[in-house]
């Protein structure tokens, strides 16, 4: 058993080296014998074969951020729930009731707020914009 604290925290120090040094290693490799192609195939577009048309500087809606957050929202609460149920058996019969109702009361909120964005229309795709969007796209359109 290490008994000073260098002891402790000398082979999480070599660890770091060596993943470092394997890290540097592997890139440095590759930037050495690696193949450097430069043809017709490696510069047409990447995404799924199509010419880029437009300006790159164009707005994105924000419902595409939304739907990914509202997503990761349900994915964490979904991770949340699988602990719970692999513990909630081996709990005590008399301690069960507490768990479950804390379970409940975190389902519960979580619907509020799915129904809370339901509500205010961001599952919604097919919703018509506001004026002050179009607005804003018929200026930006002008000036280009």
Not at 43 to 50: D, F, I, L
Not at 69 to 97: Q, T
Not at 101 to 123: A, H, S
Request: glycine share 6%; aromatic share 16%.
């Amino acid at each position: 058993m290490p008994t000073t604290y260098a002891e402790t925290w000398f082979p999480v120090l070599v660890q770091i080296i060596i993943a470092l040094g394997v890290a540097g290693a592997m890139i440095g490799l590759s930037a050495v014998l690696g193949r450097r192609v430069r043809d017709t195939v490696k510069s047409t577009p990447y995404e799924s074969g199509m010419k880029p048309v437009g300006n790159a500087r164009e707005r994105f809606s924000v419902k595409f951020y939304l739907v990914a957050m509202v997503f990761i929202l349900f994915d964490i609460e979904a991770i949340f729930l699988y602990p719970w149920a692999v513990v909630f058996r081996d709990l005590n019969k008399s301690a069960r009731f507490f768990p479950f109702f804390e379970m409940l009361l975190f389902i519960v909120l979580v619907l509020c707020g799915f129904f809370y964005i339901w509500k205010k229309g961001v599952l919604n795709w097919s919703a018509e914009k506001p004026a002050d969007e179009e607005t804003v796209e018929e200026e930006t359109k002008r000036a280009a």
